[in-house]
């Protein structure tokens, strides 16, 4: 199978892997980041909150996602995201989502379980005198939350978010069971259709390799950065 | 202007403060020492509502600080905390320190803010440092920091728990010094501390606290003198001892 390759069918379809699967791949990933920081960062708060039963309700709900496959998520919110909408805007009938806002809702919530996890972790972190400092001159709970705790928070934590992002980047190919072409989907696409399988998942393999292993150098050397800020 | 009568604090089934009164006149400084985990720490803490108590009562300026009702926030703003440990802000700059919580929680005009900051810099003696961060300042420096953050909130009262205790020991000073000057202003204040220089110097009472309890509240030179209580004796030739 390795006797006739031909590498030029990389070439020729650089542009369409690039321009069409690599930007899908990279959008998601970068808004369901965006999202799920958003999103799991209101969850921490909520599961660290004293106000009865909220911190139970985000906590069923992180621990329920987090004991699922993604597959499955994936597969439950394409079909019941178009029943969601029809609920909440009370149309009569379920609500056409594009496979691309399907993916995006799904990863968000998906990942908002994990960086909701994280930013828990990092809330925690902050020592309580900080919190008191905060209070003693006067500021109520967001203004302490936004000014004081969350970017200490955020910082501390920001080499194992941007691991997340690494892993969400690579868990975003998931997305070929909903049919929507990502990079790999368009990396597999070229290879059925002119039969170049080996030269096609080579490729795809090498591309990932490059840049989860380019991620995870930048991530290390911000850790670094940021251990000497400290 | 503060009142605290009959306070009791339980830690789960732990009472860590039984039943503690005393009283803060304005611009009296009232100083507070005792043995580690006697619950000084716990008192002042209540006074500004950041640890909560179940029975007694405490105002300040006649606001009940145990109201459910009450604004804490609005209250804390007024009065002005100093921690051990400084508590600085350590991902802001010295002078975003001091102007953040004008800005935030007091509304001021940024500008305005940013020149009160500046003037309570040079005032503790650390005009040069504003742009830095508090990891690049030493511990003292830090520590007046800490007091002109507190002050510039205007506050009515401030409130001092062991300021210079974290320090290397050549820095007690140069915060000592700012916290004699702020008292001689007339600042109301209560201090707990071990510097028993400082409590002489300044301080109009001294109160004495033993696990949980108030046990002795007296002039300054009186406590000194000649304390009535067994336990302040001798907790005073330990600590003078040194
Ligand atoms: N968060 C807490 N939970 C349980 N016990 C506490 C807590 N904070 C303080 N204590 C206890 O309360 C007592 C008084 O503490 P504290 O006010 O810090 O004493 P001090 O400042 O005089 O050293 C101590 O016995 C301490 O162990
Ligand atoms: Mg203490």
Known sequence: MFSNIDWNVIIRSLPYLFFDGMRFTIMLTLMATAGGIVIGTLLALARLSNIPGLSQIAGTYVNLIRSMPLVLVIFWFYFLVPYIGQWITGASRPIQVGAFLSALVTFTLFEAAYFCEIMRAGIQSIPRGQVQAAQALGMPYWTSMLEIILPQAFRNMLPILLTQTIILFQDTSLVYVISVTDFLGAASKIAQRDGRLVEMYLFAAVVYFVISLAASYSVRRLQNRIAIIR | ?242
């Open chain 2, 1 to 242: 202007m503060i009142t605290i009568s009959k306070v009791s604090k339980w830690y789960g089934k732990i009472q860590v403060l039984k039943n503690c009164s005393a009283e803060v006149a304005k611009g009296e400084v009232v100083v507070v020492c005792g043995p580690s985990g006697s619950g000084k720490s716990t008192l002042i803490k209540c006074v500004n509502a950041l640890e909560p108590f179940q029975e007694g009562t405490i105002t300040v300026e006649g606001i009940s600080v145990g109201d459910p009702k009450t604004n804490l926030p609005k209250l804390r703003a007024r009065i002005g905390m100093v921690f051990q440990h400084f508590e600085l802000f350590p991902h802001l700059s010295v002078i975003r320190n001091l102007t953040l919580s004008q800005i935030k929680v007091l509304g001021r005009d940024p500008k305005a803010a940013a020149e009160k900051a500046t003037k309570l810099l040079e005032r503790v003696g650390l005009g040069a440092h504003a742009q830095k961060y508090p990891g690049q300042l030493s511990g003292g420096q830090q520590q007046r920091v800490a007091i002109a953050r507190a002050l510039a909130m205007d506050p009515i009262a401030m409130l001092f728990d062991e300021p210079t205790s974290a320090l290397d020991p050549e820095m007690i000073n140069e915060v000592l010094d700012v916290m004699v000057t702020l008292a001689k202003e007339g600042m109301t204040m209560i201090v707990v501390t071990h510097e028993m220089e400082f409590a002489r110097k300044v301080a109009n009472r001294v109160v004495f606290m033993d696990k949980g309890e108030i046990v002795e509240d007296a002039p300054t030179a009186d406590f000194f003198g000649k304390p009535r209580s067994e336990r302040a004796q001798q907790f005073l030739s330990k600590i003078l001892q040194h």
